[in-house]
Every structure is written in C-alpha cells, then in structure tokens.
C-alpha cells in the first residue's frame, strides 16, 4: 500500500496508508485527517481540499487540467505548487508523496 | 411491537424537532419508501454522500425540489442547478470563475459594514428578530453588492424578494401591492443590466456580461440577456433565503448553549469558523434534496426502481452517528469532518465560500454587540417546506427575559385588518388568494357567488378558471376545492378560519403537501 504523508498547517503529521486508485482527497476523508474538506467529493467543483505538493513530488504528479486550474485561480492562500486533492488519484509510483495542508479550506 | 417507522415531511408538527424520527429511519428504514406521495429516501451520511455524487444513476434535470422531481418539471438551461452534464457543466465552469473565495475575500469589510449597518441601530434596544433585523437584510445587501446593484435600486429588489419569500400565513398582504413591487423590481433590474452594459464596474454583473461562454452546442459566445436574469435569479434565490435561514438557526442554537455562546464570544478568532461549521451540520437550512432516477439502482437489497424521486436527507445524514460521534449534540469543539449541507458532488453549493463568510461575520459582529439574547418562542415562528427549514420570524429579549414579559410582548405581526373588529365580510364577491408555496407565494383570485344559503364559485390562478367543489361555511370555518391542471392535475383543498376580511389556513394541494394561504376580501 502507497504511504501518504499530510502535514497540518501547526506541523502535525498524519502518515496513511492509502488505496490505489482512490484520490488523495478522499484518502484523507477515509483516515480522518483534518484540515481537508472536499465538500463537492472529488468533482473539482469547490476547491476545499486544497494543498501544497512537495517540491521533490511535483514533476510526478499528473500536470494540473483546465478546470483544476480554474478553481486554483479563484482559492485563497495559493502557491506555485498548490494543487487541489481532489485531483490526484493514488499510484504505486507516488508511495512516499508529501503534501502540507493551508492554514484553512475556508474563507 | 412498534409500529413500523413512516415520515410525512409535509407533517407540520415535524418541523420543530424531526431529529429523532430522522434517527429512526437511519435505524430502521435506511432506504424509506413513502407510498403516499410515492418517493424514496437515503438517511445515512454514507448513503447521502453516494447518492449526491453518482450522477451516472441520479438526475438533477428535473431540479433537486421533490415537488419539481415528481412533476418533471423544466428549466430553461442557464438555471444551472435544474441541468445535468454537459448542459450543467458549461454554465458552472463558468459560474465557477466569478463565485470565488478570493472574491468573496475582497467584499468580507464591505459585508462587515453592511451587518454592522444592520445591527447598529439595534444598540440599546430590549428586543430585536434575528430575521427582521438582520436575516432579511445582510444576505439581500450581500448579494446585491456582489452584483453591483447599485443601492437605490436594491430596495425595490430587496423588496420583491421579501414579497415573494416572506409572505406569512396570518400576515395580511396587499396583492396588488406585491405585485407592483415586483414589476417595478424586475424592470429596474433589466434597467440596472443595460446600464451596467454601459459602465463596466469590477462586479459580478459586469463579468456576467462580458464573460466567453462555452456554449454545450458548440462555439463561445457571451451569455444572452435572458440567460444573465436566470443565473442572476439562481444565485441570488438562492443566497437569500438560505443564509437568513443560517442566522435565525444562530439565534436559536447559541441561544440554547450559553456556555458555548460565551466561548465564542471570548475568544472568537478561535471558535467562530468552527462554531460555524458545526452550526450549518447541526441546523442545515436546506435538509433535503431531490434526485430523479435514471437506472434501477439497489440499497440495501431493495430496488429503487428508473424514475422514481429520491431523496436524500441531508439534515439526517448531518446527524448519523456513525459519522459524528453524538451527532444530535451541538459542540464546537468536535473534531471537523464534513457535513453534507452544502451538498456533495458536481452539484455542490457554489455560494459556500459566500455562505461561510456571511456566517462568520454576523456570528462576530452579533457577539460583539449582543453577547447574551434570550429567544421569545411564544412569538417566533417556525416554517418547513421540503425546500428549506427555519424561522420565520425570532424575536429575541437582548440580555434575559424580563420578567413581566408574557404581558408586554409585543407581537411582531402586521397589524390586524381594519374589518377585523366589525365581523366577518359578506363572503360573496372577489377574494385575493395568495397560497405560499415552495417556490413562492402562488396568486389565485376566488369569485364567490351566493344562492339562497348556499355559495357557488370559480377560482382564477395562472391563466386558468376552474368552478369550486365542496364548500362548507359554518361562520367561522371556511372549505372548498379546486382543480388545477397548471403545474399538473391536482384537487387543492383549502381549508381555513375566516376573521374580518380575511381567511386563514392551509391548502393541501395532493401529494405536493400543505401550504399556507391567505384571502382577502377584495
């Protein structure tokens, strides 16, 4: 099972085991980590499971598709390497993938 | 033995407290078949969350109201939340780009002003209503700021709406009052979008108007004028009556746990986001939504057959203990998990971000300045139709109650008619009936006719007249029927009291449920 690391806005790590083929959104619904809301349950329609991908991870992920890139354009505290959860579907090749949480999903 | 579990949702003495028979069904009847009005229901977080997201087996094109599902009721396209995929998709992607949070950011100061414009002249008072006061007030101004509507128009908008969404049962309204209101509203509103066309501003309208819409037919294009008054409808329908639902709910709940009110109120850079979103899991405004089916699908090993209405119980779901652990408790301090109030999949609420804001700035603004209220329940009142659930109208004792209370209340109701006092009118002659129905106050004109001691008469609503059937009078009580055939075929039973001028009740129109009505001696 590929390993997901989450790392709270405070700092507080959550290290999951995950289901290939399962979102990294709902991966994190599933274990209860905080910090992740994903009200539209992985439609890319409500930009709430926002996050920030690694440097080291960023070129592995699948690149960002249009309609990810509308709802990033429109999310409060976004970097250059924000992506929406949502968005990224559980591989084998991403065992080890770290992604740190926003200070909040919400306005 | 008990008696096996049934749920009416047009039961009126349900809306106080239906928690406890939503527990039942999440135990005893999971997937529910009510054969009177001839739906399904999904009560459990788990079963929710599946319906809402599997849109290969769940339309929303006959809209997410039961009464819409059951009627297979159309929409022009732009009313985006009535569609399925591509059709939804093209006018939400859209949508998408102007309803953000980083908008909504930009206006938070501006809205702030505008609850605090609310409030304000509150200071000082005994008694205010957390739906006059503010709830009828801060969403409508929002919206219309968001909008750039500019504000000598906002009061005709603001008004209409009112019009339509606050007629009460017991209120007397003045129809063709109403219905100047609204004519004058929708016309300065179309006046308001060619003018905008003019002066482009950095509002929503304007990017309504100059956005590239990619049309599902093929080709972009910008959005049409009658496409731009369906979104505008849309968006601030729904923006209006959910958020004022939201602030009566926080009136009530942090009314009835004073300890969590003076948490809050101590520290809230701390507890109002997360008393916020427990609020909206504890008390949704919207508790339900409809989906039409459109492939045999099975729960729990029984069938919910290609066509059949379903619905799925959000304000049930918010509560299942198998998500929230003491789900029927409000507590800010649990841990947050998602609720279901916003909906879930590609439908979800796209004014969320709008919602959660709104919230958070009354609950600050209202701590601020009213730390302690208590609720005047002899005077609130409490509505549920299968679309939204909450106050009417709760008036509130700033500080506690006082204690000679009960005799100095005041009724926050519109006056009584004049005639009141003198005895019932003559009842033969025109009436204005106004029914309150899901979607807004429906009009009808009633023409009764006497013969002898008996009436006859004919009923006028949406271009068609119909004789009545079945009238009784016994001087005080008031019935009779009419057939409908405008949204459908029904026999809508009206049955009320008659006070002066004016006849009060309800009208059970078939399986679409009661609603209120008034009639007055025209």
């Known amino acids: 099972m590929p390993k997901i690391v989450y790392i709270e806005h405070d700092g507080k790590e959550h290290v999951v085991d995950a289901t290939v083929g399962v979102s990294v959104m709902q991966t994190a619904l599933d274990h209860f980590v905080p910090g992740i809301l994903g009200d539209c349950g992985g439609a890319c329609s409500c930009g709430t499971c926002h996050c920030y991908v690694d440097a080291a991870w960023e070129q592995r992920l699948p690149p960002i598709a249009e309609n990810e890139e509308i709802m990033l354009e429109g999310t409060l505290h976004t970097e250059a390497n924000s992506r929406l959860s949502c968005q990224i579907r559980v591989t084998p090749e991403i065992d080890g993938l770290v992604v740190r949480l926003p200070r909040s999903q919400v306005l | ?522």
Request: hydrophobic residues 35%.
């Open chain 2, 1 to 522: 033995m008990s008696t096996a579990i049934s749920w009416d949702p047009y039961r009126p003495d349900l809306a106080e407290n239906p928690y406890p028979t939503y527990k039942r069904l999440r135990e005893e009847s999971p997937l529910y078949y009510n054969e009177e009005y001839d739906f399904y229901a999904l009560s459990r977080y788990a079963d929710v969350e599946h319906g809402l997201r599997d849109k290969d087996n769940m339309s929303s094109g006959y809209g997410d109201i039961l009464e819409f599902v059951k009627a297979k009721s159309r929409m022009p396209d732009a009313v985006f939340i009535h569609q399925d995929p591509p059709v939804h998709s093209a006018y939400r992607s859209l949508m998408q780009r102007i309803i953000t949070p980083k908008r909504m950011l930009g206006v938070e100061q501006e809205i702030r002003k505008l609850c605090a414009r609310s409030l304000d002249p509150l200071i000082g008072a005994e008694r205010f209503d957390f739906i006059t006061n503010l709830g009828a007030e801060m969403p409508m101004r929002a919206i219309s700021l968001l909008l750039g509507i500019p504000e000598e128009d906002q009061v005709a908008i603001r008004e209409s709406v009112d019009a339509r969404m606050r007629t009460e049962a017991g209120k007397p309204i003045d129809l063709s009052k109403q219905q100047d209101l609204q004519t004058e509203a929708l016309g300065s509103f179309e006046e308001y979008i060619k003018w905008r066309e003019k002066n482009p501003s950095d509002d929503m309208m304007t990017e309504l108007l100059q956005a590239d819409f990619k049309d599902p037919n093929g080709g972009t294009r910008k959005l049409r004028r009658d496409e731009i008054v369906a979104i505008v409808n849309v968006v601030a329908g729904a923006g209006n009556e959910t958020t004022n639902r939201l602030i009566g709910w926080m009136g009530k709940t942090l009314a009835e746990h004073p300890d969590q009110r003076r948490q809050i109120a101590e520290n809230p850079g701390k507890f109002v986001a997360p008393a916020i979103e427990e609020l909206l899991r504890f008390e949704p405004p919207g508790p339900f939504m409809a989906r039409y089916v459109t492939n045999d699908v099975e729960y729990y090993g029984q069938k919910i057959p290609k066509g059949a209405a379903l619905v799925l119980m959000v304000a049930s779901a918010n509560r299942d203990e198998a998500r929230f652990t003491k789900g029927d408790t409000f507590d800010i301090h649990r841990e947050v998990r998602p609720h279901m109030t916003f909906g879930n999949g590609i439908h979800v609420c796209i004014g969320a971000p709008l919602a959660r804001m709104e919230g958070r700035v009354a609950m600050e603004e209202l701590l601020k300045r009213f730390p302690e209220w208590e609720v005047d329940y002899a005077n609130a009142v409490l509505s549920s139709t299968s679309t939204v659930r909450g106050w009417d109208s709760l008036p509130v004792w700033v500080g506690s109650k006082p204690k000679n209370a009960t005799v100095s209340a005041p009724k926050p109701v519109a006056p009584e008619p004049a005639a009141a006092a003198s005895g019932p009118v003559p009842l033969e002659g025109k009436w204005n009936v106004v029914v309150k129905g899901p979607t807004g106050p429906q009009p009808a004109v009633l023409v009764l006719e006497k013969n002898g001691d008996s009436f006859t008469g004919a009923q006028t609503g949406d271009g068609a007249t119909s004789q009545i059937i079945d009238f009784k009078y016994d001087g005080k009580q008031i019935s009779w029927a009419n057939q409908i055939t405008k949204p459908m075929k029904l026999k809508v039973e009206f049955k009320g009291e008659i006070s002066g001028n004016t006849i009060t009740g309800k009208a059970k129109a078939g399986f679409m449920g009661s609603y209120p009505f008034t009639a007055i001696k025209a």
